[in-house]
């Protein structure tokens, strides 16, 4: 499902349905928090702040895969991120 905005924090989207599978994210604290509770797999794009760092930890431990900036997305890098993430099993 895509859509121009959810709710925040992304509780009811996480928690509300089965079949999500991954979860694109700034890198709030909030999102991040509830997607690992979740079990669902991160594709990070940090706008500012304290994002960078929070994709960072996740990254590390193979439960998110980092954009470098949003000013840097292309759909190949989105496509490969998520593929990635779909794809590979140590993400689930």
Do not use: C
């Amino acid at each position: 499902m895509t859509q121009s905005w959810f709710p925040n924090p992304p509780f009811s989207i996480l928690a509300g349905h089965k079949n999500i599978r991954a979860f694109i994210t700034n890198g709030g604290l909030m999102g991040m928090q509830e997607a690992i509770s979740y079990g669902v797999p991160m594709v990070g794009i940090p706008l500012f702040g304290d994002q960078r760092i929070n994709i960072q930890s996740y990254v590390r431990k193979k439960v998110a895969i980092s954009l470098d900036s949003i000013h840097d997305v292309t759909e190949e890098k989105l496509t490969s991120a998520l593929n990635t993430i779909l794809k590979d099993p140590t993400y689930r």
